[in-house]
């Protein structure tokens, strides 16, 4: 499985973007997938994670309420919104996958097995 992150960008605190993630491979529709960040100097971070049928999603505190995670498995692409952006919000965003079959998802980042390559987001003050 290979995933292919996309949407980052410059923006203004305030502002919005969407991050895609797209993957190859027939199985995505039954993988949770999760969205990770890392700014410099930090450790990646969980963001979000959301169950292979969308049917539960998991959200870092900081950013409940601001980002929301959605998968499109007919298109083998997962998403994430990102409101009311931050400056703290600024890092490096990954996508992943998680082959193990699971009741709820996971947030721990060896918990994936398959990462994307990042897309920077920055938020401006």
């Known amino acids: 499985v290979q995933l292919q992150a996309s949407g980052g960008g410059l923006v203004q605190a305030g502002g919005s973007l969407r991050l895609s993630c797209a993957a190859s491979g027939r199985t995505f529709g039954t993988y949770n997938m999760g969205w990770f960040r890392q700014a410099p100097g930090k450790e990646r971070e969980f963001v979000a994670a959301?169950?292979?049928?969308?049917?539960?999603?998991l959200y870092e505190d900081s950013v409940k309420g601001r980002f929301t995670i959605s998968r499109d498995n007919a298109k083998s692409t997962v998403y994430l919104q990102m409101n009311s952006l931050k400056p703290e919000d600024t890092a490096v965003y990954y996508c992943a996958a998680d082959v193990v079959v699971t009741y709820y998802v996971r947030q721990r980042p060896n918990d994936y097995t398959y990462w994307g390559q990042g897309t920077q987001v920055t938020v401006s003050s």
């Open positions: 959301l169950k292979w049928n969308a049917g539960i999603s």
